[in-house]
Protein backbone atom coordinates (compact mmCIF):
# COMPACT_ATOMS: atom_id res chain seq x y z
CA UNK A 1 0.00 0.00 0.00
CA UNK A 2 1.41 3.34 -0.96
CA UNK A 3 2.18 5.19 2.18
CA UNK A 4 0.31 8.15 2.18
CA UNK A 5 0.84 9.83 5.91
CA UNK A 6 3.46 12.67 5.93
CA UNK A 7 2.63 13.60 2.01
CA UNK A 8 0.54 17.03 1.38
CA UNK A 9 -2.94 17.08 0.21
CA UNK A 10 -2.04 18.22 -3.63
CA UNK A 11 0.42 15.00 -3.32
CA UNK A 12 -2.07 12.95 -2.18
CA UNK A 13 -4.39 13.78 -4.67
CA UNK A 14 -1.85 13.48 -7.72
CA UNK A 15 -0.72 10.15 -6.32
CA UNK A 16 -4.01 8.84 -5.81
CA UNK A 17 -6.43 10.24 -7.98
CA UNK A 18 -8.72 11.27 -4.78
CA UNK A 19 -10.67 14.59 -3.80
CA UNK A 20 -10.12 16.82 -0.82
CA UNK A 21 -12.93 16.75 1.69
CA UNK A 22 -13.62 19.67 0.26
CA UNK A 23 -15.57 18.84 -2.49
CA UNK A 24 -18.44 21.26 -2.17
CA UNK A 25 -15.73 23.86 -3.18
CA UNK A 26 -16.23 23.67 -6.76
CA UNK A 27 -12.80 23.20 -8.49
CA UNK A 28 -11.98 22.28 -11.43
CA UNK A 29 -9.94 19.29 -10.36
CA UNK A 30 -12.11 17.71 -8.03
CA UNK A 31 -14.33 15.44 -10.47
CA UNK A 32 -11.22 14.37 -12.94
CA UNK A 33 -10.75 11.09 -11.22
CA UNK A 34 -14.36 9.46 -11.59
CA UNK A 35 -16.26 9.30 -14.56
CA UNK A 36 -19.26 8.80 -12.48
CA UNK A 37 -19.27 11.91 -10.69
CA UNK A 38 -18.56 14.10 -14.02
CA UNK A 39 -21.45 15.09 -15.29
CA UNK A 40 -21.79 14.68 -19.12
CA UNK A 41 -24.72 14.98 -21.33
CA UNK A 42 -24.18 11.13 -22.55
CA UNK A 43 -24.93 10.41 -18.77
CA UNK A 44 -28.80 8.86 -18.54
CA UNK A 45 -29.61 8.82 -14.88
CA UNK A 46 -32.64 6.18 -14.27
CA UNK A 47 -35.16 8.83 -13.28
CA UNK A 48 -38.26 7.26 -11.31
CA UNK A 49 -41.80 7.46 -12.93
CA UNK A 50 -43.82 10.37 -12.00
CA UNK A 51 -40.76 12.79 -11.03
CA UNK A 52 -39.67 16.23 -13.01
CA UNK A 53 -37.04 14.57 -15.15
CA UNK A 54 -35.63 18.37 -16.48
CA UNK A 55 -35.93 19.33 -12.78
CA UNK A 56 -33.57 16.25 -11.54
CA UNK A 57 -31.48 16.19 -14.60
CA UNK A 58 -30.65 20.24 -13.57
CA UNK A 59 -29.54 19.66 -10.31
CA UNK A 60 -28.02 16.79 -10.56
CA UNK A 61 -24.59 18.42 -11.88
CA UNK A 62 -24.72 20.46 -8.19
CA UNK A 63 -24.49 17.42 -6.49
CA UNK A 64 -22.21 15.57 -8.44
CA UNK A 65 -19.90 18.56 -7.80
CA UNK A 66 -20.17 18.16 -4.37
CA UNK A 67 -18.72 14.84 -4.19
CA UNK A 68 -21.87 12.68 -4.86
CA UNK A 69 -21.41 10.07 -7.56
CA UNK A 70 -24.02 8.46 -9.72
CA UNK A 71 -24.37 4.62 -8.57
CA UNK A 72 -23.60 1.72 -10.47
CA UNK A 73 -26.94 1.33 -11.72
CA UNK A 74 -27.70 5.00 -12.65
CA UNK A 75 -30.22 4.99 -10.04
CA UNK A 76 -29.37 6.79 -7.30
CA UNK A 77 -26.46 8.66 -6.15
CA UNK A 78 -23.83 7.80 -3.15
CA UNK A 79 -20.84 9.52 -1.37
CA UNK A 80 -18.30 8.90 1.46
CA UNK A 81 -17.99 11.30 4.33
CA UNK A 82 -14.61 11.18 6.19
CA UNK A 83 -14.37 12.31 9.73
CA UNK A 84 -11.80 12.70 12.56
CA UNK A 85 -13.74 10.45 14.90
CA UNK A 86 -15.56 7.58 15.11
CA UNK A 87 -18.04 9.40 17.44
CA UNK A 88 -18.45 12.27 14.68
CA UNK A 89 -19.17 9.35 12.39
CA UNK A 90 -21.83 7.95 14.62
CA UNK A 91 -23.17 11.39 15.04
CA UNK A 92 -23.55 11.75 11.29
CA UNK A 93 -24.96 8.17 10.98
CA UNK A 94 -27.97 9.04 13.86
CA UNK A 95 -28.54 12.68 12.62
CA UNK A 96 -28.90 10.95 8.64
CA UNK A 97 -31.14 8.42 10.71
CA UNK A 98 -33.42 10.58 12.11
CA UNK A 99 -33.83 13.12 9.13
CA UNK A 100 -34.66 9.95 6.95
CA UNK A 101 -37.36 8.56 9.55
CA UNK A 102 -39.15 12.24 9.25
CA UNK A 103 -39.10 11.92 5.31
CA UNK A 104 -39.73 8.28 5.63
CA UNK A 105 -36.98 7.37 2.56
CA UNK A 106 -34.21 5.89 3.95
CA UNK A 107 -30.82 5.02 2.74
CA UNK A 108 -28.34 2.83 3.35
CA UNK A 109 -25.78 3.31 5.17
CA UNK A 110 -22.04 1.68 6.00
CA UNK A 111 -20.48 2.58 9.07
CA UNK A 112 -16.31 2.59 9.34
CA UNK A 113 -14.36 3.87 12.07
CA UNK A 114 -13.53 7.33 10.32
CA UNK A 115 -16.29 6.91 7.74
CA UNK A 116 -19.37 6.90 6.44
CA UNK A 117 -20.68 5.63 3.03
CA UNK A 118 -24.67 7.01 2.41
CA UNK A 119 -26.45 5.77 -0.73
CA UNK A 120 -29.57 7.29 -1.79
CA UNK A 121 -31.81 5.84 -4.52
CA UNK A 122 -35.88 4.95 -4.49
CA UNK A 123 -37.63 1.66 -4.72
CA UNK A 124 -41.23 2.40 -5.72
CA UNK A 125 -41.08 3.32 -8.36
CA UNK A 126 -37.64 2.20 -9.13
CA UNK A 127 -34.99 5.07 -9.93
CA UNK A 128 -33.79 8.34 -8.81
CA UNK A 129 -36.43 10.76 -7.06
CA UNK A 130 -36.43 14.09 -6.05
CA UNK A 131 -36.48 12.68 -2.30
CA UNK A 132 -33.05 11.24 -2.66
CA UNK A 133 -31.82 14.57 -4.01
CA UNK A 134 -33.21 16.14 -1.46
CA UNK A 135 -31.86 13.81 0.94
CA UNK A 136 -28.87 14.11 -0.66
CA UNK A 137 -28.63 17.63 0.42
CA UNK A 138 -29.20 17.27 3.93
CA UNK A 139 -26.19 14.56 4.39
CA UNK A 140 -24.30 17.80 3.21
CA UNK A 141 -25.38 20.36 5.75
CA UNK A 142 -25.17 17.94 8.54
CA UNK A 143 -21.98 16.60 7.61
CA UNK A 144 -20.75 20.21 7.46
CA UNK A 145 -22.03 20.81 10.38
CA UNK A 146 -20.67 17.88 12.09
CA UNK A 147 -17.16 18.61 10.21
CA UNK A 148 -15.59 16.41 8.10
CA UNK A 149 -12.11 15.89 6.75
CA UNK A 150 -9.52 14.68 4.55
CA UNK A 151 -9.37 10.84 3.94
CA UNK A 152 -5.98 10.98 5.59
CA UNK A 153 -6.84 13.07 8.24
CA UNK A 154 -10.11 10.65 9.20
CA UNK A 155 -10.03 8.04 12.08
CA UNK A 156 -7.95 5.28 11.34
CA UNK A 157 -7.93 1.57 12.51
CA UNK A 158 -4.58 0.38 13.98
CA UNK A 159 -2.16 0.57 16.90
CA UNK A 160 -1.76 4.11 17.41
CA UNK A 161 -5.42 5.24 16.92
CA UNK A 162 -7.59 5.39 19.86
CA UNK A 163 -10.51 3.20 20.93
CA UNK A 164 -11.80 5.97 23.19
CA UNK A 165 -12.83 8.82 20.47
C1 LIG B 1 -44.32 2.86 2.27
C2 LIG B 1 -43.09 3.69 2.37
O1 LIG B 1 -43.38 5.02 2.11
C3 LIG B 1 -42.04 3.24 1.38
O2 LIG B 1 -41.75 1.86 1.59
C4 LIG B 1 -40.77 4.06 1.43
C5 LIG B 1 -39.96 3.88 2.67
N1 LIG B 1 -38.59 4.29 2.50
C6 LIG B 1 -38.02 4.34 1.30
N2 LIG B 1 -36.73 4.63 1.18
C7 LIG B 1 -36.13 4.65 0.01
N3 LIG B 1 -34.83 4.94 -0.05
N4 LIG B 1 -36.82 4.39 -1.10
C8 LIG B 1 -38.12 4.11 -1.10
O3 LIG B 1 -38.72 3.90 -2.16
C9 LIG B 1 -38.78 4.08 0.14
N5 LIG B 1 -40.04 3.85 0.24
Redesign the pocket.
Known amino acids: MMATKNISRSAFFILTGKPSHEACIKSPFVNIPSQRSLFNPAMQPMIADGEDRDELTKVLPTLLECGWQLDENDSGVRKIYHLKTYTKVLDLHHSIGVG ?1 KSK ?5 MTTKSGSLAVH ?7 GL ?1 A ?2 IF ?1 AKYCDEVARTIGTVDELDAQRCGPSSSQTK
Request: overall charge neutral.
Open positions: SNHHPEWTTHHPRSKDM
